[in-house]
């Protein structure tokens, strides 16, 4: 079974930083990744898809990169509202990462 | 616009069976498949399996093969999962999600990935 390790699995950053989030495949998984974001209590949010493709609706200061085994989560600029934890997911076998939970500095 | 609806909360005694329902609203219900992902308190996220609406094929993860059970009904738009044998490590909140798909021109595959979630359904295995 292909493995996802993301890290950290936890962050602390302030408003206006740029945050970024490492997601390892044990494997090459091309680029069939996806992150979502959840806030407590509530379901997960698609953010991208296809390692890099932005759900429509998700504001443009998140991107997603990368290939084969590694790939990244960005957020450019911190809001309010990015207070959340973050999971990829390989869109083969549908396994998700552990998660990095962002906090408030 | 686009939902899916999920049953209310359930407490079960080890052992029990449980079945949540997923009401899809405002799409067409046969055109996607609805995958099932459940997260136990302050852990991370788990894929149980899917289910083809069209035609009830189903696929489970290796994990719940024997303890799982998908079915769905078209009349009604609504998606079942069902889960027997309970035991107290099964307590945890239950989604349903939609599977919409991207053709990936390299592999020369259909990709699927989750766009719309259920709110969740508490699943809390207690005696």
């Known amino acids: 079974d292909i493995q996802l390790t993301q890290s950290p699995s936890f962050l602390s950053a302030s408003i206006g930083d740029r945050v970024t989030i490492t997601c390892r495949a044990s494997?090459?998984?091309?680029?069939?990744l996806a992150w979502y974001q959840q806030n407590p209590g509530k379901a997960p949010k698609l953010l991208i898809y296809?390692?890099?493709t932005v759900q429509s609706g998700v504001p443009s200061r998140f991107s997603g990169s990368g290939s084969g085994t590694e790939f990244t989560l960005t957020i450019s600029s911190l809001q309010p509202e990015d207070f959340a934890t973050y999971f990829c997911?390989?869109?083969?076998?549908?396994?998700f990462g552990g998660g990095t939970r962002v906090d408030n500095k | 616009q686009v939902q899916v609806v999920q049953s209310g909360a359930e407490v079960k005694k080890p052992g029990a069976s449980v079945r949540v329902s997923c009401k899809a609203a405002a799409y067409t219900f046969t055109g996607y498949p609805m995958h099932w992902v459940r997260q136990a308190p302050g852990q991370g996220l788990e894929w149980m399996g899917w289910?083809?609406?069209?035609?009830?094929?189903?696929n489970f993860a290796q994990k719940f093969q024997g303890r799982l059970t998908m079915s769905r009904d078209t009349s009604t738009s609504t998606a079942y999962m069902e889960v027997s044998g309970l035991r107290s490590d099964d307590t945890a909140v239950y989604y349903c999600?939609?599977?919409?798909?991207?053709?990936?021109?390299?592999?020369?595959?259909?990709?699927?990935?989750?766009?719309?979630w259920g709110q969740g359904t508490l699943v809390t295995v207690s005696s």
């Open positions: 289910i083809n609406p069209k035609n009830g094929d189903t």
């Open positions: 494997q090459d998984i091309g680029t069939s």
């Open positions: 997911q390989q869109l083969n076998s549908y396994r």
């Open positions: 296809a390692a890099s």
């Open positions: 999600a939609r599977a919409e798909y991207y053709y990936d021109g390299t592999t020369n595959s259909y990709i699927y990935y989750f766009d719309y």
